[in-house]
């Protein structure tokens, strides 16, 4: 992206709301083309105020104007030609798959469907564009998955060798938060290109070195994903890195900058915003517990009748083997014997962490239907091998895919046709 080039004579009519509402009719106008696609004005305000929003709930510095526009235009060209790829691959997300996913976020805020869709009104937002926005990440989550995970393998070497040097570096249990910025190199870069690129990156690393805000620096400068979040890797574990990144992380304090990091996607700067853990062995709460299964469609009123009759006394492993419908723990009165986090459904362990020995949910679904579960015990022991090595496995994935996604991201950039039309800037092809 060409950072110099400011977007002087469209900031007014971007941003300014006075401009806006007296020239309704330039919403519509054409800024960008990217592939087969085009950007218009009302979609690159839309996406600027959505990023503002962000930004200012984050409680993250606003770039100027000028830095901001082409950062939001930049993204908005990627998700163009990702949109653009996916349909031509005949990707489609259906409206029943939507409406689940629009569920289920709605489920995770602890809302019905009409309570979401007020909550959105009340924040400003539209929910047919809520919607769609959902539709656009549903369709490129499923485009890079066939694109970038196809190409990722993990050998059972290269789990071996993280388990035993995070033994080895006692990095098990510790933990980073981490702020990145990315300054990219094309797909098939030049020499002249290399050394642009190590420039830009030089010049960054020395404001940040020298205390500019590191956020406000992403926002400006980087080509990671996580620009227009101030750079934000949130926590991560040693192994979770790419090892060129942790190998220069444990050089650093919290609040200090790394030295630039060359990789295949570019030039990095970590930033070590805070660390937490320390040494041991890998350790893992297990709960043990027990529950009852009932499918039938009036399942959450026989439980709740069960449930009162435990806590006055019944016997919970009697009116297991007589109710419940998991053949598996219903001749064990219910038992499901020592577990380790993610052995179940993502319902059923929320429904365990909100517990204390002793105590027993309220009726709660998942896919099977609806149970009830009483935490027994925990304890605290070292993670089982198996577990450590599907970590590990696990681990090495994210990082695969996240370093495939910034080179296959970068390779299809490169290789779209994009034309700026915003004032001020000369169009390209």
């Known amino acids: 992206m060409n950072k110099s080039l400011y977007f002087l004579l469209v900031l007014t009519l971007l941003l300014g709301s006075s401009c806006a509402a007296a020239e309704p009719q330039w919403m519509d106008r054409i800024v960008a083309i990217a592939g087969q696609d085009i950007i218009t004005e009302r979609e690159l305000k839309q996406e600027l105020q ?10 993250t510095k606003l770039p100027a104007k000028e830095v901001l526009i082409p950062q939001v235009l930049e993204r908005l060209i990627v998700k163009k030609l990702q949109l653009e790829r996916a349909s031509s691959q005949g990707i489609r997300i259906d409206d029943i798959s939507l409406d689940r ?14 309570q979401f869709r007020k909550a959105l009104t009340e924040e400003g937002l539209n929910y047919a564009d809520f919607r769609e926005d959902i539709r656009h990440e549903l369709t490129i989550s499923k485009l890079r998955k066939r694109q970038v995970d196809g190409r990722i393998n993990v050998s059972d070497q290269e ?19 981490l702020s990145h910025i990315l300054i990219a190199l094309p797909g098939a870069a030049t020499p002249d ?10 010049e960054v690393l020395l404001k940040a070195r020298s205390g500019e805000d590191f956020s406000a620096l992403a926002i400006a400068h980087s080509d990671g994903q996580q620009a227009l979040k101030g750079g934000d890797l949130g926590w991560r574990s040693g192994d979770q890195l790419p090892a060129q990144f942790a190998k220069e992380i444990v050089k650093l304090k919290p ?28 350790k893992i ?42 053949p598996g723990s219903a001749v064990k009165g219910g038992d499901l014997g020592w577990t380790s986090p993610g052995t179940f459904v993502p319902a059923f362990d929320e429904a365990l962490a909100g517990l204390s020995p002793g105590q027993i949910s309220e009726p709660f679904k998942s896919r099977f239907g ?13 993670i089982p091998d ?11 994935m994210k990082q695969k895919r996240e370093e495939e996604t910034e080179l296959w991201l970068r390779r299809l950039r490169d290789e779209s046709y994009v034309e700026y039309r915003l004032p001020g800037m000369k169009p390209t092809g």
């Open 50 to 59: 959505a990023i503002v929003r962000e930004l200012k709930a984050r409680e």
């Open 101 to 114: 996913a629009v569920e289920k976020i709605a489920a995770e805020n602890t809302m019905s469907l009409p």
């Open 159 to 177: 789990i071996s060798d993280l388990i035993e040097n995070s033994r080895k570096a006692g990095e098990v249990n510790k933990r980073y938060r």
């Open 193 to 202: 290109n290399i050394e642009k690129a190590r420039l830009e990156a030089a």
């Open 255 to 282: 609040q200090e900058v790394s030295q630039l990091i060359r990789s295949a996607s570019g030039f990095h700067i970590l930033k070590l915003m805070e660390i937490a853990g320390g040494e041991g062995k890998p």
């Open 285 to 326: 709460q297990q709960s043990r517990s027990r529950h009852i299964l009932v499918t039938d469609k009036k399942g959450q009123v026989l439980l709740k009748k069960l449930r009162q009759k435990i806590i006055d006394g019944a016997d919970f492993a009697a009116l297991a083997k007589k109710y419940s419908k998991d």
């Open 370 to 382: 609806w149970h009830i579960v009483q935490l027994q015990e925990q304890r605290t022991t070292d």
């Open 386 to 396: 198996d577990l450590l090595q599907a970590r590990a496995r696990e681990l090495i």
